[in-house]
């Protein structure tokens, strides 16, 4: 008789049969294999006709779930192909399109104990929130100072990840919302030290830059399900949106600093022979700079530039125009950096949200800009992803990188669907400075996804 059971992360597995997926660990006595391969050492005993005993799941207290969510045809058509996959696979859908009652209903259907895996606190609590909404029981919390385990519980990566030689035996699924961040070095160790045979990936943007979205199959499973923005706002299941890009001159000062700190870095390129055409070129110049002071002398002129066409006093004078044309409307200002975020927010006394801003802090802003009482709020990059952010119909961008998922992330945040309502997108960038390809190369990348991502 075969015997299968947890060990801080792992699993093993005592008998005369190793299986595929095992190493014989000769200090214990038995196989040793990783945690995720629970369902594949299933299957093989049972196709090999061995018998065996299952020993390995120790999960809390079944709760009755008398949830009552209910799926438009997308989310549905989401989750039976999640279904048909075996229970594994990733969604992709825009922002605002609803994948959290995607996993919900999931989690009605199965009825088994289920760790939802976020990445902040922000969404921990309106996971939180959700499950007490739709599935009408309180969650269990683990993470932001708390360790409370229940049928249904949400988790940080980070807590995730440190607790997983005691957690990864407690659950039957996991769902892992902006599953984008699971295929870090880190992070993918959350998905091999659980046993959960079932498993759903939630995101906007499935691709990431140093490619290691090709990791999240072996992890999660297939992207399953793909939907883009526009298929839903021509469903109309979202807000119609306008898109415009605005191009603004420098001051004579600002052109004469960007010109002045670009060269010193192209410079350095010519002087090294360094060519950048992807991000790994980018990459293998910032490590340069850890051992060569004129490399990071380079990259800090780079910067400098940067900053000065992002923060161009120009574009201040454009969002002074543009609040004025909007002041009826619900607006949100994203920026790349916390100094021009608050120099904004003393200029037009407009409340500032950064990483910077307390957690309650940052809930009032919010809630407020959700009951009307605040009609715009400006913001670095804290807003892009994850935060359940309340209906706004504008959004102006002075700054930015050149990630599709920012782009997406910060249109998602305009497309919740009201009547009659066409959302609003407005960028605005420096002339003859990098931005204006950093706006390009972002574009490019979400045409390239929006052709590649498979439906």
């Known amino acids: 008789m075969h015997r299968l ?3 801080k992360g792992t699993l093993l597995l005592r008998g005369e049969v190793g299986t595929p997926y095992g190493k014989w660990d000769s200090r ?5 294999v990783k945690a995720c391969h629970y369902r594949d050492v299933l299957d093989f005993f049972r196709e090999s006709n061995l018998s065996f005993e299952d020993v390995v799941f120790d999960l ?37 399109a609803g994948k959290t009652f995607i996993a919900l209903k999931a989690i009605e259907l199965l009825k088994v104990p289920t760790l939802i895996v976020v990445p902040t606190l ?5 996971w939180k929130k959700r499950v007490r909404e739709c599935l009408n029981v309180e969650a269990g919390v683990v993470g932001g100072g708390e360790s409370v385990i229940r049928m249904v519980t949400v988790s940080t990566y980070d807590s995730a990840y440190v607790q997983a030689a005691f957690l990864g035996n407690k659950f039957m699924l996991l769902v892992f919302d902006e599953v984008h961040h699971l295929a870090s070095p880190g992070y993918m160790q959350i998905a091999e030290m659980y046993s959960a045979p079932y498993r759903m990936g939630l995101t906007a943007t499935y691709e990431r830059g140093d490619k290691r979205h090709t990791l999240l199959p072996l992890l999660v499973g297939d992207p399953v399900y793909s939907v883009s923005v526009e298929e839903l706002t021509a469903g109309k299941h979202l807000s119609d949106y306008t898109y415009e890009k605005i191009a603004v001159e420098l001051t004579e000062q600002e052109q004469q600093m960007y010109e002045a700190n670009m060269a010193v870095f192209r410079n350095y ?94 809930r009032e802003t919010l ?31 002075l700054g930015g990188t050149g990630s599709k998922r920012e782009f ?17 997108l407005v960028e605005i ?27």
């Open 122 to 126: 922000d969404l921990l609590d309106q």
């Open 28 to 32: 214990r006595g038995c196989y040793r």
């Open 269 to 362: 390129l010519s002087k090294k022979r360094f060519v950048l055409r992807t991000s790994s070129d980018f990459k293998r110049f910032i490590m340069t700079t850890g051992r060569d002071p004129h490399a990071r002398e380079a990259l800090l002129a780079r910067n400098k530039a940067l900053k000065t066409a992002v923060n161009s006093e120009t574009k201040l004078d454009l969002l002074s125009k543009k609040l004025e044309a909007y002041k009826n409307e619900k607006v949100l200002i994203f920026t790349l950096y916390n100094d021009l975020v608050y120099t904004i927010s003393k200029r037009f006394l407009i409340p500032a949200v950064t990483y910077q801003t307390p957690r309650e802090e940052r």
């Open 408 to 424: 997406i992330q910060r249109l998602g945040r305009l497309l919740r669907k009201k009547e009659d309502k066409t959302a609003k």
């Open 367 to 397: 809630t407020n800009f959700g009951n009307g009482k605040y009609k715009v709020i400006v913001t670095s990059q804290v807003l892009d992803e994850g935060v359940d952010v309340p209906d706004a119909s504008v959004g102006i961008i």
């Open 429 to 455: 960038i420096s002339k003859e400075t990098v931005e204006v390809n950093i706006s390009r190369r972002r574009h490019l990348k979400q045409e390239k996804q929006d052709n590649n991502v498979a439906k």
């Open 5 to 7: 059971w947890f060990d």
């Open 60 to 96: 809390p207290v079944f709760e009755q779930l008398p949830g009552s969510v209910e799926l438009r045809a997308y989310q549905d058509k989401a989750l039976d192909r999640w279904l048909i996959a075996g229970k594994r696979g990733v969604l992709v859908l825009p922002t605002a």
